[in-house]
């Protein structure tokens, strides 16, 4: 058993980890501060073929395989968690569909554009009444001579206004419930289409996740991603790799308030001698490498999955719960070691702290996670 | 036009220890490029750009230089393929002897217009090899080199001088140290990164190269370090600065200092 990373992937880490210290950190306080999404960061990261890592050269991808785009989310997360979810909603969640169920004809109007990173990319699933029971969503797409219409809202679109390009799920035929869901790719001038206000968010602050809104949205027949009756199947499978994209996001939040709790304990004197010779202090961050280390093999083992072409619905959903709810309790020590200065902006690990939660709900709470998790223990 | 980057691949030294008798523990510092040789190569990169020229990257030392890692590394700065020599034997060679065996891997290599180093080692910082590897090859040398334009055989070169800069013309090929600020290493891109793989590594025996015998041979045979004070750990109450500082001019006249 090899627990070496291939030469490409410790390049592509460290790659990552530069730009991320001379690009991404030294905004990321700024843009949480401010709740502003980084525009300027996505030339950088197309320059740096970050958007479309794992999709081929020809499809204007880097040609990498998903271990080094998870070690890449995983970076950028732990210089900005926003940055990293940025990247991986429009990597993950946008362009895979594209990617796998796009027709030919889809392909070329969009997957270049994506993957390369000139158009970024949202997807549209989450309803104010539909979250984790996403089959329960009532926005409508009819069939009409020259198109579908869709109508409905959509909520927490990470993304967007930025996004160019939107997956939409919605119903074309209502009366069989997720069987009668229907995936679209909408543009963001599509008429009828529009934005609603950012929410105002505990944490990934620098991410926008604002409301959608389809008034009579009116979109070619040739939006239609697969067939009429796919969508939630493409959902589902779509969801299935963006877990490991957060569990990879959730990794690198833990990692950078692991890595800010051993330098502070390494400074901060008290009674005389740094706290990092107390053992209650070296107890919490002998606990914390552990859980990382043990949360990293989950994450790298699930983007192994993907690249052996395994089934790796299960080991994503895994390392989503582990990673996620790892970082949430690395972050919670994070500020116990710093102690009152922890507890302000001062210090990064506050941040940490909110940027955690999120990723023990959003792409399918930790509930959803045990859910996938015991079936397969189960069957 | 054919641009040779002669880089190093050393470790650290912020992730090396002092033991107690004052050597340097190396272990477990991760090997890595020299950390002034990206500008280099970003130096060259740009000038090649320019004139279409090829870029050589040139190492020469102890086993590992020519590491798989290494090379990747180096070539997904920008260098279209490496030249190395791997041998044991130069993992203590001074500097001298490493610019000889530059000299011949340049030599090689054949018809190159210039070569450009980085302000310094990272790990040695002597700032000898660009000058002696210059010697050797019988070429000028320039130190602390801001740009380089023009082409192979009518160079154009800047250099920060104390107060000011100055410019240059050079009508031959040149060893030329770029200094620390030349340029802004650009982070290799996913794509560079994983095409380095594929790149041309040309390794070469030391021992066919034919390194000129040295007349003089310099060999490491002890050192001292300083003994080491220990601190006397007095405190001095500020509370009052005159008192403070009388009773600061007591201690010090005291120990002897002033």
């Not at chain 1, 210090?347 to 990723?359: G, L, S």
């Not at chain 2, 320019?50 to 190492?59: D, R, S």
Request: aromatic share 6%; glycine share 10%.
């Amino acid at each position: 058993m090899d627990f070496e990373l291939t030469d490409e992937q410790q390049l592509i880490r460290e790659a990552v980890r530069e730009f991320a210290e001379a690009e991404v950190t030294p905004i990321a306080a700024e843009i949480d501060r401010d709740h502003r999404f980084p525009c300027e960061l996505l030339p950088k990261l197309a320059e740096m073929n970050l958007m479309g890592m794992p999709y081929p050269e020809k499809a204007g991808g880097a040609g990498a395989d998903y271990v080094s785009y998870i070690i890449a989310v995983e970076e950028l997360s732990r210089a900005c968690a926003s940055t990293g979810v940025i990247l991986s909603a429009h990597t993950s969640l946008a362009t895979w569909p594209v990617f796998k169920f796009g027709t030919e004809a889809q392909q070329d109007r969009y997957l270049h554009d994506m993957a390369s990173g000139r158009r970024l990319g949202a997807f549209a699933l989450t309803e104010p009444a539909a979250g984790t029971d996403a089959g329960a969503g009532t926005a409508t797409a009819t069939l009409h001579a020259d198109g579908y219409a869709l109508n409905g809202s959509k909520m927490f679109i990470t993304n967007a206004p930025f996004a160019e390009v939107y997956i939409v799920f919605a119903k074309t035929d209502p009366e069989r419930g997720t069987r009668g869901m229907s995936a679209f790719i909408v543009e963001k001038d599509a008429p009828g289409f529009s934005v609603g206000e950012a929410e105002h968010k505990l944490g990934i602050r620098g991410s926008s996740t604002p409301p959608v809104y389809f008034s009579d949205c009116r979109v070619p027949r040739e939006a239609l991603l697969g067939g009429e009756g796919d969508g939630f199947k493409i959902a589902m499978a779509t969801l299935d790799g963006g877990r490991i994209g957060i569990a990879a996001q959730a990794l690198g939040i833990a990692q950078a308030a692991l890595d800010a709790s051993v330098a502070y304990a390494k400074e901060r004197v008290q009674f005389g001698k740094p706290i990092a010779t107390l053992q209650a202090i070296q107890w919490m961050i002998a606990d914390m490498a552990t859980e990382i280390d043990a949360a990293r093999l989950l994450v790298y083992r699930a983007a192994s999955c993907v690249d052996n072409g395994r089934p790796y619905s299960t080991e994503g959903a895994m390392a989503k719960l582990f990673a996620s709810e790892t970082a949430t309790r690395v972050a919670g020590k994070a500020i116990q070691i710093h102690g009152g200065y922890g507890y302000t902006e001062s210090y990064p690990v506050e941040r940490n702290y909110r940027d955690a939660k999120i990723t023990e709900i959003y792409e399918g709470t930790s509930e959803v996670q045990r859910m996938v998790i015991a079936r397969s223990a189960l069957r | 036009m054919r641009i040779v980057v002669a880089y190093k691949w050393t470790c650290d030294p912020e992730e090396a220890t002092v033991r107690a008798d004052g050597t340097v523990d190396w272990s477990r510092a991760k090997p890595g490029l020299s950390a002034y040789d990206p500008v280099a190569i970003e130096v060259a990169r740009q000038l090649a750009a320019e004139t279409g020229a090829e870029l050589i990257g040139v190492t020469v030392g102890d086993k590992g230089v020519g590491a798989p890692l290494a090379c990747k590394a180096a070539l997904g700065r920008g260098l279209d393929r490496v030249v190395i020599v791997e041998d044991g034997s130069l993992a203590d060679a001074g500097r001298s002897e490493l610019a000889a065996v530059l000299a011949e891997v340049i030599r090689h290599i054949g018809d190159v217009d210039l070569v450009v180093t980085g302000d310094s080692s990272v790990d040695v910082a002597a700032k000898m090899v660009p000058t002696v590897l210059a010697g050797e090859l019988g070429w000028p040398a320039v130190a602390e080199v801001t740009s380089i334009t023009g082409q192979a055989g009518a160079l154009r070169v800047e250099r920060a001088i104390p107060g000011g800069v100055q410019l240059l013309e050079i009508s031959g090929p040149a060893v030329l140290a770029a200094s620390a600020d030349a340029a802004a290493p650009r982070v290799p891109g996913m794509k560079d990164l994983l095409a380095a793989g594929k790149k041309p590594v040309e390794l070469l025996e030391l021992a066919a190269l034919k390194v000129p015998q040295r007349n003089a041979v310099m060999t490491v045979t002890g050192q001292a370090v300083p003994e080491r004070k220990s601190r006397k750990g007095q405190l001095i109450d500020t509370a009052d600065p005159a008192k403070a500082a009388a009773e600061l001019v007591s201690a010090l006249r005291q120990a002897g200092t002033l």
